[in-house]
């Protein structure tokens, strides 16, 4: 398990942090935000920055920040360098970085969710139920075929849903 300083001093190190810092146009700037988020990474609960790390989210908790430090107007580097926008980076390509590393984490949550439904037993009802609905393409055609009506069936997928997500 790593610890929260582990946590910061790989991430500071990482290659996701120094693209997002390149949009920034000044090297001087560059610094100047790196050191404002970590200062403010530093102040945050051990507990927090180790479950976000857990969770996979602290490279997008940490883009956001670096967002937050170059556009919002009560940031400390906004107030240090005013508001120039030709100091700044383009606001989509750095929102494209951000939304690159959610994809990332969404991807790792549907691979969990994919193998803990692999993982139930055959006999489990609700895998049954999703299986077949994938078979007869709806729950009406499903609810024809099994004589169970379609709003069962959609409660039976919501469980399936609810457990897979308890799970993860």
Avoid: W
């Avoid at 398990?1 to 910061?8: A, F, G, P, R």
């Avoid at 009560?74 to 383009?90: C, L, N, V």
Wanted: glycine share 2%; with cysteine; hydrophobic share 35%.
């Amino acid at each position: 398990m790593y610890t929260k300083n582990q946590i910061l001093t790989e991430i500071y190190k990482s290659d996701e942090l120094a693209k997002c810092l390149l949009l920034v146009k000044k090297e001087s700037i560059r610094e100047d935000i790196k050191q404002e988020v970590f200062l403010s990474l530093l102040h945050k609960q051990d507990e927090f920055i180790i479950d976000l790390y857990n969770r996979g989210k602290i490279k997008t908790y940490i883009s956001s920040c670096i967002f937050n430090e170059i556009y919002s107007p009560r940031s400390t580097t906004r107030k240090k360098h005013g508001k120039e926008s030709s100091i700044f980076a383009d606001t989509v390509a750095l929102e494209n970085i951000v939304i690159t590393e959610f994809k990332k984490e969404i991807n790792l949550i549907e691979e969990k969710a994919i193998d803990l439904f692999i993982n139930l037993p055959k006999d489990n009802l609700y895998k049954k139920i999703f299986i077949s609905l994938c078979k007869y393409g709806s729950y009406r055609k499903l609810s024809n075929a099994t004589g169970i009506p379609h709003t069962s069936l959609k409660d039976m997928i919501t469980n399936l849903k609810k457990q897979i997500k308890s799970e993860l």
